[in-house]
């Protein structure tokens, strides 16, 4: 079994940053994929930002320019810089791995936008 754990989330002011993590642990597994999805309030879940064990990177265009996905495979440790936030922005952030042994989500962290 393995665990996800995601922390940072907060309530920030339009144009302030956050830094979630996202950490995985557990038995024996090797990670592959990790990425970060969000749902907002009265909508489905999507996809914010991906990123492969090679660090290879995609995301949303939305918040291209303003998130920056990378991770510690030291660590098992994946990592979302939110900067430029705005109101928009406003959900649940979720973390999603894939793993030898399968797929596992995070708990979630709540990231509001407020002033």
């Known amino acids: 079994q393995v665990q996800v754990v995601e922390s940072g989330g907060g309530l920030v002011q339009p144009g302030g940053s956050l830094r979630l993590s996202c950490a995985a642990s557990?038995?024996?597994?090797?990670?592959?994929?990790m990425a970060w999805y969000r749902q907002a309030p009265g909508k489905q879940r999507e996809v914010v930002a991906i990123?492969?064990?090679?660090?290879?990177?995609e995301s949303l265009d939305s918040v291209k320019g303003r998130f920056s996905v990378s991770r510690d495979n030291a660590k098992n440790t994946m990592y979302l810089q939110m900067n430029g936030l705005k109101p928009e922005d406003t959900a649940v952030y979720y973390c999603?791995?894939?793993?030898?042994?399968?797929?596992?989500w995070g708990q979630g962290t709540q990231v509001t936008v407020s002033s």
């Open positions: 999603r791995i894939w793993t030898s042994i399968g797929d596992y």
């Open positions: 557990g038995r024996s597994f090797s990670l592959n994929t």
């Open positions: 990123i492969n064990s090679d660090g290879r990177s």
